[in-house]
């Protein structure tokens, strides 16, 4: 049995402390500042040594923390790779203009679409993904076309004449469907 007065230490306290009561152990929050590593993902476990609780031996434990990463606003993450989905205009993807792609760091980079992009194409941007310590991931940007509502009776006009001056082979999936009728 363990000795009440010595708690196996050999010594005794003979005027103990008054916020411990002659424990050695007192309880008290703490605010750490914690780095975190380039990447850390959700469910990973991250041990900060000496600050767990204080065992009898006078040895701090460990404090174990469990990561949750919060979603970003318009970035989804897989791994060290980011999805991003980006709205263009029809005109945008029909002329096939430069965009300006947000980056996870806060600046932008400059990407040409192709013309004719059709909506639901991805591409892979190399390098523009999540750093971490074995590298660093891709984008993944899928284009958007969103289509415009509520046209005038001007803008109606408008496009009823370009469509006028447009062939059908101009068109590769209507093209395609109609060989298949």
Not at 85 to 114: A, N, R
Not at 148 to 153: D, G, I, Q, T, V
Request: glycine share 10%; net charge positive; charged share 30%.
């Amino acid at each position: 049995r363990v000795c009440s007065a010595c708690r196996v230490t050999g010594r005794t306290i003979k005027k103990t402390c008054p916020d411990c009561s002659g424990r050695g152990i007192l309880r008290k929050n703490v605010t750490l500042k914690v780095n975190l590593p380039a990447g850390v993902e959700t469910d990973q476990v991250m041990t900060v040594r000496g600050e767990g609780e204080k065992v009898a031996n006078g040895i701090n434990g460990n404090l174990m923390l469990l990561i949750n990463v919060l979603p970003h606003k318009i970035f989804k993450r897989r791994g060290m790779d980011l999805y991003l989905d980006y709205p263009v205009t029809f005109v945008q993807s029909i002329l096939g203009e430069k965009i300006e792609v947000p980056t996870l760091k806060g600046d932008t980079f400059t990407y040409t679409l192709s013309e004719g992009v059709i909506s639901g194409t991805t591409v892979r941007i190399k390098g523009q993904g999540i750093t971490t310590r074995r590298g660093t991931g891709d984008m993944y940007l899928t284009i958007i076309v969103d289509m415009p509502k509520r046209l005038n009776k001007q803008q109606k006009e408008l496009l009823k004449q370009l469509s006028e001056d447009m062939k059908d082979d101009q068109f590769e999936k209507v093209k395609e469907f109609n060989k298949k009728k």
